[in-house]
């Protein structure tokens, strides 16, 4: 697990406009992501009554009101701005309720994955997810891959 969050680290210094705010959050996130597996399969293994669509259920929940919380308190000023100017419309919150609906699929599968493997195993081939849905989008949007930009 160390390795992973070492890796993401370094690959945010090749970045021009690093950050160490970003560097940091990047860690958080990472770190995060980590503890989160770790603990829910905890609770599973401590509670053995709950299925794992329960438990990731109250993750969510729990999660998505801390999220709340920060977003309004952190970023309240930017969304109000946004709304009054009209550049939040009916097409743009379609496509975000549909990004989460997305991203909660997502995150089910992952966790039903997690509970049925070993954590270390489930992080490699989480590591693998970047590289597939690279691979995808080039093939996807037809972009032109140089040998460099492979490597």
Same mark, same amino acid.
């Given at each position: 697990?160390?390795?992973?969050? #070492? ?6 210094? *090749? ?6 705010? &970003? ?25 053995? &009554? ?12 729990? &999660?998505?009101?801390?999220? %709340?919380?920060? #977003? ?21 919150? @379609?496509?975000?309720?549909? *990004?989460?609906?997305? @991203? ?5 599968? %992952?966790?039903?994955?997690?509970? /049925?493997?070993?954590? #270390?195993?489930?992080?490699?081939? *989480? ?7 690279? &691979? +995808?989008? #080039?093939?996807? +949007?037809?972009? /032109? ?7």
């Amino acid at each position: 697990l160390i390795m992973i969050v #070492v890796g993401a680290g370094m690959s945010a210094f *090749n970045e021009s406009n690093l950050s160490l705010t &970003g560097l940091g959050l990047l860690v958080v996130s990472n770190i995060g992501f980590t503890f989160r597996s770790i603990l829910a399969k905890g609770i599973k293994d401590k509670h053995r &009554g709950l299925d794992n669509i329960n438990i990731f259920f109250h993750c969510c929940w729990r &999660g998505a009101i801390v999220q %709340s919380i920060i #977003v309004t308190l952190l970023d309240a000023d930017v969304v109000l701005t946004l709304y009054t100017s009209g550049a939040i419309h009916s097409g743009l919150i @379609y496509k975000a309720i549909m *990004n989460g609906i997305a @991203y909660f699929v997502y995150l089910q599968s %992952s966790f039903i994955i997690l509970s /049925k493997m070993g954590v #270390v195993s489930h992080t490699v081939g *989480n590591s693998l997810r970047r590289p597939v849905c690279i &691979g +995808f989008a #080039v093939v996807y +949007f037809q972009n /032109k891959v140089t040998e460099m930009a492979i490597m």
